[in-house]
């Protein structure tokens, strides 16, 4: 996996790559592509790991080096299909159920009761799971809402997004095996249907969860999704320049509904980036909230 922008390459070190060799200013050219395309910083130390990973795909294409393989993503049309295949391979896409458990829990216990408050009168409540991978967080927001009782015959949409068609494929198949529940609550088993190939997300919970292919930085597709009542992105900023932050937060401040709940992962925050939203001292946790005429209002003071 590549290291978050912020972080080093220490994996870099450790492989030996036989294949075709990334020079420099190859490197440049793919991470100012990749960069533009989805906001994604490849940071210098990556240069070894981002040549293993797409020399794989020079063989596949049959080309000879990197310099043919910068051609082609240069071209017009068919050079944005590369880069699309490109960024696929270079993006890290690990996730698991329940995962950054203290965050869920306060999901749970202290912000699906505002929700409900907040979302009474249209009894719709949406949720996005930005950059989603392949769907655990997704399954799992939306038993969290199943689980909570506070939404029974609400119209509830748990709606997640990636860049990457392969992992929306097992996200849509909602067919999972062991790694994906290495933090799952026991309790949670009833929720899963063992097949063949795994275990299989419930129907009830399924009909709950719907997912779409598009970038992060398409700001006029984001437009599209309408409202949201909370936005999960965790893990996925980390990796992007702060330019592509700004426009994702502007993005998602555009879509919350006023009182509405923007959760990021543990090493994520809107520091220098935005101070349109308020912060919401959750137990345990900190989320921000896209301010509103309705106060909120933390766990136990009422
Ligand atoms: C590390 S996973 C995080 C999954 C999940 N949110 C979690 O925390 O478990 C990051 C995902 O963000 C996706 N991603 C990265 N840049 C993106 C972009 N510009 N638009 C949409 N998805 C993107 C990647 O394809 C990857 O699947």
């Known amino acids: 996996m590549l290291s978050p922008n912020s972080g080093g390459g220490t994996e870099v070190a450790l492989f030996f790559n036989a294949g075709p060799r990334l020079e420099a200013e190859e490197f440049r050219l793919i991470r100012d592509l ?3 395309f989805c906001g994604i910083r490849l940071a210098d130390e990556s240069r070894l790991a981002v040549e293993r990973r797409l020399g794989e795909r020079l063989d596949g294409l049959g080309l000879q080096n990197f310099a043919e393989y910068c051609e082609l993503l240069s071209q017009t049309g068919r050079g944005q299909g590369e880069l699309e295949h490109a960024v696929d391979l270079l993006t890290t896409n690990e996730t698991y159920f329940f995962r950054e458990r203290p ?27 930005a950059g989603c991978s392949t769907g655990e967080e997704v399954y799992t927001l939306a038993i969290l809402i199943a689980r909570s009782g506070l939404f029974a015959g609400w119209d509830v949409r748990v709606f997640g997004n990636d860049i990457s068609r392969r992992v929306l494929k097992t996200a849509r198949r909602g067919v999972y095996r062991g790694s994906s529940f290495r933090a799952m609550p026991e309790g949670w088993k009833a929720h899963f249907i063992k097949t063949p190939d795994g ?3 419930e129907s009830k919970v399924r009909s709950m969860c719907h997912f779409g292919h598009f970038n992060l930085l398409d700001r006029g597709r984001i437009a599209l999704l309408g409202r949201v009542d909370a936005i999960f992105c965790r893990n996925v900023m980390i990796y992007f320049g702060d330019e592509a932050r700004r426009s994702l937060i502007d993005s998602f401040y555009d879509r919350l509904t006023p009182g509405g ?41 009422s």
Do not use: I
Not at 109 to 119: A, D, F, G, I, S
Not at 274 to 296: I, V, W
């Open 199 to 201: 275990y299989m997300v």
């Open 34 to 36: 990749v960069h533009g």
């Open 103 to 129: 965050q869920l829990q306060a999901f749970e216990n202290e912000v699906l009761p505002q929700l409900r408050e907040l979302c009474a009168l249209r009894r719709s409540l949406t949720v996005w799971s």
């Open 261 to 301: 709940f923007l959760m990021l992962g543990h090493s994520e925050s809107l520091l220098h980036l935005s101070t349109a939203f308020e912060l919401a001292h959750l137990t345990g946790d900190l989320a921000y909230r896209k301010p509103s005429q309705l106060p909120f209002v933390p766990r136990g003071a």
